[in-house]
């Protein structure tokens, strides 16, 4: 399968003209990635321009779709065995662990009522400080998990709530930095839902499996 003609870029190595854009290179703008794209096509007469946004959006779903994906995993940092206070599952470990958590939380300021207040001030007065407010506290998480003592039993549920985090935070950087990477921001948009009914399918699982282990349900 043909993958477009190939451009070459530092060092001298060349890449296929319409890979997917990595992070934190000059080719992760999504913007861009998609423009080159529209152009490959058509000049190498694959596709005719797209006459209107409805037309862009339907003939190019897969790439935009492929995009989301690549955003998520970009996003998702957090592997086995990056928490490295493993303890026992006692319910003593777990309310230490439960305990910790809260505090860190609350320490860093975040909330659910605080975000979007924040996503609604930069929607309607271009106001960023709060949103990057919110993106500091998410950072203050993120940078001091690892001195949280986790429950064997609980490690899968907190590297999927430091994940959704990440991807939150990657979300809110997106939006802000729309003027450098329109479609970027317009992917990102489209996951401000499902990544908040993730933090709070995770956060529900987290309480449940706690009442079940202290044998309230």
Known sequence: VSKGPERPVSGGMAVPFNQPPQAGSPKGNYTDYLTRKIAND???GRKEAPKSTSQLLEEYQGSLSSLESRFKEEAYVFRDGDLKNITGN???SIARFIFSLS???SRSGL???STLEALKIFAYKQDPKPLEKVIGSIDYILG???SLPVPADYESLFLKYLNI???KKEVYRALLNYKEDSLRAVVASKLIGETDKELEDVSSAIQSRMRKDF???
Request: proline share 0%.
């Open 42 to 44: 058509v000049i190498s």
């Open 90 to 92: 006692s319910t003593s």
């Open 103 to 105: 505090s860190l939380v």
């Open 111 to 113: 909330s659910s009522s």
């Open 144 to 146: 001091n998990f690892s």
């Open 165 to 167: 985090l990440s991807l």
């Open 215 to 217: 044998g309230k349900e």
